[in-house]
């Protein structure tokens, strides 16, 4: 009977030893597993803890709360090695998984484990890896309890095996040594054998999106973070960040699309522009060009490069540190749009041509080009409005002016938007120049709208002297209300209000409208002699002391009235 009690515990002792040792793959795989140490703002040290690898590029995974508040971390792999982790990848505080990548710079490679590809059932054997420095085959076994299903059809593992602390974000193997799950903290102390894992596929799946900058789990994060996997989400990514970030940062993402997507055309032409801004002397403006050359280099289609520096050129122009700089000037843009157009002869191109050609003073050219685009598929109301304004440049008729912004305003989508505000406000300058004033208060109040009301005193104010031209007194009133309730102490709006108020005979109202203009600028002349026309219209004998003083402040129209009423 004691042989084989005996018998039976070495039995025992075996089968607990083969567990703690683990499979072959055991020591290859711990290689993975690595520790992290966070550090806040102050580089103080917050947390440490777990995680592994799951790619040869140095993406690692492990738990967010880690992470939460960090500026800075570092993760010390099995050989004692410290390698700072470069970007975050993604986060979901939900499930408390993070994913990032390490700097390679400083470590020739690193290893890692696959996912699992295999369905998970339960009964099914798991092993846990702990981070260690020690070259053993030491692991924790368990066994599949329950599996339950979570986002996008990725699984969650309640597991029958004891956990500790110092085993959270560990990887959760299956008996093939792929990556099944992330081990989470414990949330029930009620049965210590019991712990759960997060599917390490879902961990992987985690990715920074166009979107992500106002993600609340990545701003709980203070590392830099990562740019979308997809060029064109990248892309978008950087357009949506660029008026949130400072510029330095925004060059800093600049330099990491290039990397990313180093044959990607776009991030050589964001970046030139980039270091455009912050260039202080010309020879800062060479890392401009070099990043030009580069773009003409890496793209396939030579045409729309340059174009795009031809565009990148123009748009510039204002810039004090091009200046002089033979590359950067306008006839510079007009021989890449020239080449773009000999390699492929597009509408778009010859758009910008006219733009270019406009700004060098050749409207007849410019013509030329807008009347191919005009005709083309690319017509649009910018197309119409730019050739009003050459027009008008070059000296044409108001009509001829008229007719274009007429087709630039019939291709407008209606209720008008702001970005239909420029060519309706124009359209009713023109109006107003050539007598149709009605007609301009039309496109006046069409402009109202469009920008929600959002304008200043001066609309109001000019829109009130069109209605005067079109002897719509009521509205001249009201706007020149509105105009100096957004400006009471303009002093011409106070004149303005009294004027249009002797027209109309509300003499009362008129001399009480330019007291106050007096009270608030008692130098200004107009105010005098409009005060001596209300003066007379009351038959107040104060007429000719107000036309006296409009005279010596030097008002140059009441001269007449004072030879007709005061002699």
């Known amino acids: 009977m004691k042989r084989i009690l005996f018998t039976m515990l070495l039995c025992f002792c075996a089968l607990q030893y083969g567990f703690s040792q683990g499979p072959k793959w055991v020591t290859k795989a711990k290689k993975s597993v690595f520790s992290i140490m966070t550090f806040g703002k102050d580089h103080n040290l917050l947390k440490t803890g777990n995680g592994f690898f799951i790619s040869p590029t140095g993406v690692g995974v492990s738990d967010f709360d880690l992470f939460k508040g960090a500026y800075r971390a570092v993760v010390i792999n099995t050989e004692g090695k410290e390698i700072p982790v470069e970007c975050i990848l993604g986060a979901d505080d939900t499930y408390d998984v993070v994913k990032f990548r390490v700097d390679l710079s400083l470590v020739k490679k690193v290893d890692y484990i696959d996912l699992n590809t295999s369905n998970i059932s339960i009964g099914d054997e798991v092993f846990v890896l702990p981070y260690s420095v020690e070259k053993d085959r030491a692991c924790t076994p368990g066994k599949v309890k329950k599996v339950d299903v979570i986002r996008d059809n990725h699984k969650y593992y309640t597991l029958d095996l004891r956990t500790s602390t110092n085993l959270v974000s560990c990887p959760v193997l299956n008996a093939s040594g792929m990556a099944v799950g992330l081990l989470q903290k414990s949330f029930d102390n009620s049965d210590s054998m019991t712990s759960h894992a997060v599917d390490a596929n879902f961990v992987a799946g985690l990715q920074i999106s166009a979107l992500s900058f106002d993600d609340v789990s990545l701003k709980d994060i203070y590392i830099k ?257 509105l105009a100096i309730q957004l400006d009471p102490n303009e002093p011409i709006y106070l004149a303005e209000k009294a004027s249009i108020n002797l027209r109309v005979g509300r003499y009362e109202v008129a001399l009480e409208t330019v007291n106050n203009l007096i009270a608030l600028d008692p130098n200004y002349a107009e105010a005098y002699r409009l005060q001596g026309v209300a003066y007379m219209q009351l038959k107040d004998d104060r007429a000719c002391a107000s036309f006296k003083k409009a005279k010596e402040l030097g008002d140059l129209v009441v001269e007449q009235l004072i030879d007709k009423h005061c002699k």
């Open 225 to 481: 973070k990562g740019l979308p996997e997809q060029e064109d989400q990248a892309l978008v990514y950087l357009m949506m960040v660029s008026s949130k970030l400072p510029l330095k940062e925004m060059g800093g993402l600049y330099s990491d699309f290039i990397k990313q997507f180093p044959n990607s055309s776009e991030g050589y032409l964001k970046r030139a522009q980039y270091f455009l801004n912050i260039a202080e002397k010309s020879d800062d403006v060479l890392f401009a060009e070099n990043d030009l050359k580069k773009a003409l280099e890496v793209s396939p289609t030579k045409d729309a490069i340059l174009f795009s520096i031809a565009r990148l050129i123009l748009n510039n122009q204002g810039l004090e540190v091009l200046n002089d700089l033979p590359n950067w000037q306008v006839e510079t843009a007009l021989e890449r749009i020239d080449e773009a157009i000999r390699i492929k002869d597009e509408a778009i191109y010859t758009q910008l041509r006219a733009e270019a050609l406009t700004l060098l003073g050749r409207f007849d050219e410019a013509l030329d080009c807008y009347s191919v685009v005009n005709k083309s598929e690319i017509a649009s109301p910018l197309s119409f409005y730019n050739t009003a304004l050459v027009e008008k440049a070059k000296g044409s008729s108001s009509d001829v002016v008229l007719v274009l912004l007429d087709s630039c305003v019939n291709r407008l989508e209606k209720p008008y938007n702001f970005s239909a505000s420029p060519y309706l406000f124009e359209r009713a300058q023109v109006l107003t120049s050539i007598g149709k004033h009605r007609d301009a208060l039309k496109d006046l109040d069409e402009y109202y709208y469009s920008v929600n009301g959002q304008v200043n005193s001066a609309f109001f104010y000019f829109r009130e002297q069109v209605a005067v031209q079109a002897k719509l007194f009521q509205q001249a009133l009201d706007d020149i209300e």
